[in-house]
């Protein structure tokens, strides 16, 4: 067991966010997300994610009943975290759905994760409880 000062710290800010991708279902998202769960994520990293289904096509864009809700937190700089999805992103650079659909998850995960204050942070995980 880790001493208290052993301990990693929170840094004073961090990146943090939350999107839904509503996708199609299909070979290209299962290799995708199976690289995302796969990927060694580091320490500072928290990277969950939620399957949704639903009966009916919910989203008209992409006709697809799958959403996955994804919470994002990193304890780090946002400089530090796009290097990071970056390097989770980095694939053949052939124009493959696969590749595409994981820029698309890359592209997202970024736009929508922002830098914010550690304390702001734990203090809304706490309202939201």
Known sequence: MKTQ???PRVKPDL???KF???TKLDDALVTTMNKFYLHNWPNEATLDSTWLCDIKPTDKKT???IAIRFTVVYNGDMKAFSDLIEGFSVGPSDLSEETKRLQELADKLK???RPEPS???LHESLVDQ
Do not use: H, P
Request: without cysteine.
């Open 20 to 22: 839904t991708w509503a």
């Open 63 to 65: 006709d697809s009943s």
């Open 111 to 113: 736009r929508r994760s």
């Open 5 to 7: 000062s052993q301990l």
């Open 15 to 17: 990146v943090a966010g």
């Open 119 to 121: 304390t702001l942070f």
